[in-house]
């Protein structure tokens, strides 16, 4: 039983691999932010888009 007790307390001690959750909670959230603003400006852009596109077409006629 204490062979028990002393894994459970060394695996609770040991921080080996709180680096790696740390960068991947930090990459997730930018990836997530990444998207909520490609998300809120893809309008724009596809506006953008065809406004110079419709410019080019009206300067060809």
Not at 22 to 32: F, N, R
Not at 36 to 50: E, H, P, R, Y
């Amino acid at each position: 039983m204490k062979n028990i007790k002393h894994v459970f307390a060394s695996f609770v001690k040991d921080e080996s691999g709180q680096d790696l959750i740390e960068y991947a909670l930090v990459a997730g959230l930018i990836g997530l932010g990444a998207i909520v603003a490609m998300t809120g400006l893809s309008g724009k852009i596809s506006n953008a888009f065809n406004s110079v596109g419709n410019s080019l077409t009206n300067a060809m006629s």
